[in-house]
């Protein structure tokens, strides 16, 4: 293993050429289950997160691919036919948070699960907001068809009114929801007959069957499914790869995970569609290629994996050059250097050391209390990159210590919070440092926060929820006028941003209409 630090150069070794891929999912545990049984993952539950193609066996250039999941974020590497792909594992409906956007930040596309039951649900139209703002392309899988649910065309519609992309089914459901019997592949008009398997335990049989043979079959269900399919046809639903990267149509699958399902076809899109990283854009203007030297971002910090020590993972996206395990690079930030000696990749509690990685894949870097979300790494040539966006809150609480000869202990926790991106923390003149509000995309970040000032920094508090479910950007111009609107406050984050708060629409509208003038930035994911 190299040293901390080397007298003389160290020889890299290169980048791999080759098609990548890159891809991000809000998932459902049943088919993270469902591709960890498709890709011989026994035992593990996760998503993909990065995929390449058409790479040398020991390592390729990834894509990136998400999964939303009550648990730390975990990554995992495998190989599917001739792609590595790598897992991410975050949280999900239940206990949504500003995590869950972050990870978006950190692939090159998107998958979205939608219930052919329930259809677009609000969380999932702001994960959509959050892919139309990054211009992340996004492919769509309508999950549970072997459940009673919407009509398809029905799904069509609401997808296209209410996220502005054009859905462009690759794939068709044969059988009304509930009757899921398989599909039809509009690539060569081929019919995939599904088996049911126990519980989805094993990897679903299918077969393919001619058109003629279909029809024979299922009859009328076949006969339906063609029907509906040449409808899509004449409305001009049809994949074009190019409006899909410009973020234009969104491909649609249709699926059971649970019944494993269409999982395979998921896995074959993903390696024949989603993109490859590309070269980044830093803070300046400038361009970082792919063949640059290594640099990278961190999209997430996690404390508290390891209830045996007080650690720190920081995960970082590779966006050029090679990485290597013991390299010395250089934070950004502070412009001291930074030793990689423990890299690893890093599924729930279990971890793997990791020797080399390439532009696209995500690494754990252990012992990271220096690095704070959206920091940049690098080696040789210097470079920042922007900083990550900051997503609106929706749920707000002043924070008091409840000792107050805790001081010390109470301001390191929320400051640790802090740039781990757990909450956001904003202040107020009326409140001052010792009551800051606490902001969250989702109230379950609450809980942690709490938890995690009682137990990890000995600092219990007491939180005083606010009547706020809005916030926007203001600015110090605008900011006394905003402060006296009744359901309504200024805070300020500790970089100096203003942000305005109210309590609900009809407020905000009601101020708006009277002040047009004032700034009042709409922040990204935000509900209005």
Known sequence: MPSERSSTPRKSPAIPTGQVKGVGVRPV???????????SLPGRSHLLTTVSTGMPRCRQTANSFIVWASRPLAALQFEYQDAVINLLDTPGHADFSEDTYRVLTAVDAAVMLIDAAKGLEAQTMKLFAVCRHRGIPVLTVVN?????????LELMDEISERTGLTPTPLTWPVGIAGDFRGVLDRSDGTYRRFTRTAGGATIAPEETLSADAALAREGDAWQQAVEEVELLGATGA???QSLFLDGVTTPVLFASAVSNFGVGALLDTLVGLAPAPSDQTDADGGTRTLTDPFSAFVFKVQAGMDTAHRDRLAFIRICSGVFER????????TGRPFATKYAQHVFGRERESIDVAYPGDVVGLVNAAALGV???????RPVTYPPLTTFAPEHFAVCRGRDTGKHKQFRRG???LDSEGVVQVLRSDRRGDQAPVLAVVGPMQFEVATHRMEHEFGAAVDLDRLPYSIALRTDEASAPVVSTARGAEVLQRTNGEYVAVFS???????????????????LVAAEL
Do not use: N
């Open 144 to 152: 549970k068809w072997d459940r009673p649910g919407k009509d398809a």
């Open 238 to 240: 049809d994949h074009e």
């Open 504 to 522: 609900d629409k009809w407020s905000l509208r009601v101020f708006r209409d009277k002040h047009p003038d004032l700034t009042l930035e709409t």
């Open 326 to 333: 013991g390299m010395v690079v250089t934070h950004a930030r």
């Open 29 to 39: 545990r049943s088919l993270i289950s469902s591709i960890s049984s498709r890709a």
């Open 374 to 380: 959206g920091d940049t790494l690098y080696a040789d």
């Open 414 to 416: 929320i400051e640790q």
